[in-house]
């Protein structure tokens, strides 16, 4: 009979045939011992990986941010602005740097590369127009660094525009493993409540040459 250690803070027993499996799981050391018994042999196992690094494993699952502002200038100067990327760092807190701006293929938006910042971990990729609709909807598809989709929706009404911004991103297993997943939500909802500040202010502020 095997006794159980009494740091073990996990057991688990299995039978088949004529084997017998006992898993020990242990809190003060962080390893697994395995013993198996069968009717010929008792082999004794220690897997030398960290518990938690064996049964740690990040899901990755799509956040989504909604958000709008109304902008006191026409539909089309919205739109214009935000259509071309070398705007972005303008604007985006976290946008370090747009480069390699070429036309798209697909239609009169852009592709691009790009380097941002998510809860101070710095990430690089490749950004291209997916919809392009002019004075009324704007997406964008980033890849190779962080997957989101940006979706921008416009809206005149009368002298002004009602802008509406939809953020859909997945958090990369490499921040989870440094920041809690709540922090970076809370984070990215800042940022994008600053994003929408920072167009108004800049298309409000800023005179309109005929």
């Known amino acids: ?31 697994r011992v395995r013993i198996t018994r069968s009717s010929l042999r008792l082999k004794f196992e220690l897997n030398t990986e960290p518990f938690s690094e064996v049964r740690k494993e990040f899901v990755m699952t ?58 101070g971990l710095p990430f690089e990729g490749k950004c291209e127009t997916i919809e392009y609709m002019p004075y009324d909807r704007l997406a964008f598809k980033t890849n190779k660094g962080l997957d989101s989709t940006i979706t921008w929706r416009f809206q005149p009404s009368g002298q002004e525009t009602h802008v509406t911004l939809k953020f859909e991103y997945q958090i990369p297993s490499s921040l989870l493993k440094r920041i809690q997943e709540d922090v970076v939500i809370q984070e990215n909802e800042h940022e994008v409540a600053a994003l929408l500040q920072n167009l108004k202010s800049r298309l409000e502020l800023q005179p309109v040459y005929a």
């Open 1 to 31: 009979m095997v006794g159980l250690p009494k740091n073990a803070s996990q057991a688990r027993f299995s039978k088949k045939g004529g084997d017998a499996r006992l898993e020990i799981n242990s809190m003060s050391n962080n390893r």
């Open 62 to 119: 799509t956040k989504t941010i909604i958000r709008d502002i109304r902008v006191d200038t026409s539909v089309d100067r919205v739109f214009d602005f935000l259509a071309d990327p070398n705007n972005l760092p303008e604007i985006w807190p976290n946008i370090i740097e747009v480069k390699n701006v070429k036309k798209s293929k697909d239609n009169p938006g852009f592709n691009f590369n790009w380097t941002y910042k998510m809860s």
